[in-house]
Nanobody, 124 residues
Framework: QVQLVESGGGLVQAGGSLRLSCAASVSRRSFSIYGVGWFRQAPGNVREFVAAISWSGPYTNYADSTKGRFTISRDNAKNTVYLQMNSLKPEDTAVYYC???????????????WGQGTQVTVSS
């Protein structure tokens, strides 16, 4: 069983930065065995893949829309995954979710445990 809690969302102007955190509470197994992904969902839109990271951290996967602007990282000692978001655009506005699963996949169905989400709003 894994419980995920996202934090770090907020309101920022276009061009600004935010860092999201995904803190995990894990029973029985270490958090380090899980790949972790970030997804986002804007009102009226489907949930969209943002980025993912392998269980050990060296392998990452990004959506084309976030590559070069967002960076995913993890600190297994703290059971936390981060999403550094730079050069934010109004179209990045959404609720951002983290989830455990297959980091190679951009499909939400390949991820099992989900957090409750954190709102990111980018003003123009």
């Amino acid at each position: 069983q894994v419980q995920l809690v996202e934090s770090g969302g907020g309101l920022v102007q276009a061009g600004g930065s935010l860092r999201l955190s995904c803190a995990a509470s894990v029973s029985r197994r270490s958090f380090s065995i899980y790949g972790v992904g970030w997804f986002r969902q804007a009102p009226g839109n489907v949930r969209e893949f943002v980025a993912a990271i392998s269980w050990s951290g060296p392998y990452t996967n990004y959506a084309d829309s976030t590559k070069g602007r967002f960076t995913i990282s993890r600190d297994n000692a703290k059971n936390t995954v981060y999403l550094q978001m730079n050069s934010l655009k109004p179209e990045d506005t959404a609720v951002y979710y983290c989830a455990t699963g297959n980091f190679r996949s951009s499909w939400s169905s390949d991820y099992s445990y989900w957090g409750q989400g954190t709102q990111v709003t980018v003003s123009s």
